[in-house]
């Protein structure tokens, strides 16, 4: 049985206030009932990017999750066939208090890691009190998310309780994030920083090599602790750092998808060259690209420098431009454009950097600039050296300062180096991304919380009253309150303007008609385990 249950977004909390159980999926029957269903064969997949380590909660890029989501499993997970519904992944089912002050998850039994070693309670535990309170070298980037869980019990090895020290209305969908997946205790208790280098799970796939610049292998996982599961006998994810190799190999069929997006020119090229033989899927994207100031860096700790910088943006018509060549679309705040909370276009454009006058905008940017005495500004700005959308985005940014007399060098770097250098506070003036998995609220404000508290604000700004507004918007179930904290959140973030949205993206997905099973969703990020995948050759 599954539960389709709606976010906080569209009500969660009013629901769970009554309380609220879930089952898992009979994943054995699912697959007697999937007769046509070819087993065997290796899925050749495009990865745009290569991860700087194995860690997903410890890490914000997409290129960590499809690196090493098939070697994993998480508590819960969304199902897509009804995002954003859940599922139980390794709970074989949940109950949550009617006051959301305590979950209690009951596990799968009989789930044994990739090493042999049966997952408990424990596992989980650890896990998660790893995420919520790192030790000394370990990096969470979900340190926020999990502040409000208070103790975790484990009264038997099957049954693992999170007590909560506050309400948090988006808790259970926290759960299912595709980031927080579940290490042995063991491993993680002898080296805390391991999973970075290593990887045992208890996901479909088992590691097979990692070779850098080249590829990650994985194989089928005879011992999985869903039946039947995986179809495929492996995997191979092929780095594919330039968008025109990657095309080659999806045209040629060395690869049959790329399951980030891809650009409108290259979806029409493969549809062009492929016909119907390929496959294109759409969605709008869980995911922005941020303009964001390093505020411990001179002249970007003045508050009018920043905001000149944002008041000279015209997103509107680089919203018109931009859509035609990359994966860049909607303009937006800080809650994905058209989604139930998300800001209207009538009240965005009253926000700082919002305008559809630009020249007005940049007449006042000008005067801000002179104000803090920077009329003559150069700077370097930041990026990632991804095709798309980085480098089409860091082209339009530079068009737009200059217009305002400021000089900028457009320096680009591969991930590991682009994510180190923001990490450790190196940059100027960077451009970020916000990469969420689900429109909850709690998720898409936790980026601009103060950095003793995200550890992926890379603006490194501090700001109390932020902070304030963000838990007093946790602990609210009523909608419209609720709302209400976002927008005085979101106001006072660009006021500051400390970062703040660019665009937000247009998923466009490509597979080979041969490749069944994988199901498509506004997030990059999910539907990576591949474990329902197979090919129809």
Known sequence: MKISRRTALQGTAG??????????????????????????????????????????????????????????????????????????DLAASWTVAPDLMTYTFKLTPDVKFHDGQSLTSADVKASYDRMRNPPAGVVSTRQATFADIGEIETPDPLTVIFKMKNVNASMLEHFASPWNVIYAAKDITENPTGPRTKINGTGPFTFV????????AGKKNDAYFKKGFPYLDGFKGIFTLQA??????????????????????ERDRLVQTMGDKIRIEEDSWTLNLLVCFNVDKKPFDDVRVRKALLLAIDRWG???????????????????????????????????????????????????LKEAGQENLKFVLWNRNLAMPYTPAGVFLVDQWRQIGVEVEHKQSDTGPYLATMNAGNHDVAID?????????????????????????????????????????????????????????????????????????????????????????????????????????
Request: no cysteine; proline share 6%; glycine share 8%.
């Open 209 to 216: 090599e990692h070779v850098k610049g080249s590829h990650v």
């Open 244 to 265: 025109a190799a990657m095309l080659n190999a999806v045209q040629g069929g060395q690869v049959l998808a790329e399951f980030r997006g891809i650009s409108p020119a």
């Open 318 to 368: 680089g919203s018109n431009g931009l859509s035609k060549i990359s994966t860049l679309r909607s303009v937006g705040g800080v809650i994905r454009p058209g989604s139930p909370f998300a800001t209207p276009e009538a009240e965005l454009v009253k926000l700082p950097g919002f305008s559809k006058d630009i020249k007005a905008s940049r007449e006042e940017a000008k005067k801000l």
């Open 433 to 537: 991304f916000s990469n969420l998995f689900m429109d909850d609220s709690s998720l898409g404000l936790a980026k601009y919380l103060s950095l003793s508290r995200a550890p992926e604000n890379r603006s490194r700004s501090k700001d109390e009253q932020l902070d304030k507004i963000f838990d007093e918007h946790l602990r609210e179930r009523d909608p419209e309150k609720r709302k209400a904290l976002i927008r005085a959140f979101e106001k006072r973030v660009f006021e500051q303007a400390y970062q703040q949205p660019l665009l937000w993206w247009h998923r466009i997905v490509p597979t080979h008609k041969t490749l069944m099973g994988w199901p498509m969703s506004p997030s990059h990020n999910l539907g990576q385990q591949l474990e329902a995948v197979w090919l129809n050759t």
């Open 15 to 88: 629901a769970l206030a009554l309380g609220m159980s879930g089952f898992n999926f009979d994943f054995t029957k699912a697959n007697a009932q999937a007769p046509n269903v070819k087993r065997g064969g290796t899925l050749n997949f495009a990865i745009s990017a290569e991860t700087p380590h194995y860690d997903p909660t410890g890490s914000d890029t997409y290129a960590a999750l499809h690196f090493a989501a098939p070697f994993y499993s998480t508590l819960l997970r969304f199902d897509l066939k009804k995002f954003p519904g859940l599922e139980g």
